[in-house]
């Protein structure tokens, strides 16, 4: 066997093999003596079918066996001669075969990219802190208090007022005409429902009344209001505090502070990650390949589009879905670029995961997703160990930077 290997652009190789014609023969021979032993034809026993009739019949079976069984062989030979470790599957191409001649092919594939590692350590990062104040845990109160509220009618009329549920009957219109027709919806009378101006616009609305408002958008809706209702508000004591969960109130709010601060630390642990991620990306440019760039791109779209179907919206338009193509293509090189970045400090830093250390993650995982412990180690044992490997390039690049914690105001919805 003859190889020759070619660099084409940056990860992308070629490999171009010749198999001398004495072996292409040998193997034919023993693919058409295992076809022989199965070969059915009408008026011969099987395995009493006449080889040229089995060589004539099965010719293209035979011929795809064949160079299935001479390309597994060889190009692995070339990939060990040349010392090259292929990722993702080869693309075979210029493929020539016929008995009694040389067979010959040409592999292309991408490598694992070869650069050296620039700026990992002793980054600056900002990680920003969030305290848990009461104002925060009376705003969760609140929302509990709205999730447990009831809705009644007004026990006498009056205009509408902030906060008040609206049922009505709702048209949407364009150029004049209605497009979208909805009745006997309910509207929160609330800016964070409708929106401030559309909400200004509905206070003071009186039943059996209209009035046009201008929606998300700077749509026109007409609103036709039927009935006015309250939404009535638990008192916060220790009835509803045991109706959470907790002992009283005072038990409540030591455990919302509790799950707040939890929760904040942990989303800024994930910012600290994801700044990490950038500064790694910024300091370490480079060429990936190409095969996996375009595999993760695609697994991207597809999670993005059913999502869209899960959601019950339409597939985008031509021009949109170009777009998300061009966003996915750049988010898949940044990701992979990313892995081989993580895959390279792991390597230096001599960052391993044990048998052990894996086999217990994957346990971890079967009890969170009901998959078999048997299932999980077939299928992703690989890609578990990966991210295992990567978590913990992530702890140590991180107590290697130079972190400065920036205290942020938290928000309503903290």
Known sequence: MKSNLKKIKDCRHAVA???????????FDEVYVRISKHAKLPGFRPGKVPRPMVES??????A???????????LNEAFV??????????????????????????????VKPDFKLRRVQNLKLKKPIQRITDAD????????????GVTKPLEAPRPAVANDILRCDLEVLKDGKVVQPRREAHLELSDKQLGEKACKELIGIECGQEREITIEGGATCRIHLHEIKIRELPPVDDEFAKAMGATDVADLRQRIQKDMTQYSEHQATETLKNRLYEALLKENAGAVPASMVEAQKKGIIEELNKSRAGRGQAPNAEAAQKELETRAAESAERQVRLYFILEKVAEEQAIQVSDED???????????????????????AEDIRAQLRHDRVTEFLIKSAQVEEIEEKTGAGA
């Open 81 to 110: 001669r040349h010392e090259v470790q292929p990722v993702g599957h080869p693309g075979i191409r210029d493929v020539v075969l016929e008995r009694g001649k040389k067979m010959k092919y040409v592999a292309e594939f991408d």
């Open 137 to 148: 845990v009376d705003r969760a109160v609140d929302s509990f208090r709205q999730a447990r």
């Open 17 to 27: 093999v010749e198999v001398e014609a004495g072996e292409v023969d040998q193997c």
């Open 57 to 62: 019949t099965f010719a293209d079976t035979a």
């Open 358 to 380: 894996l086999a217990r993650r994957i346990a971890e995982i079967s009890q969170a997703t009901g998959r078999s412990v048997e299932d999980l180690t077939r299928e992703s």
């Open 64 to 74: 795809e066996e064949v160079l299935k069984a001479l390309i597994g062989r060889t």
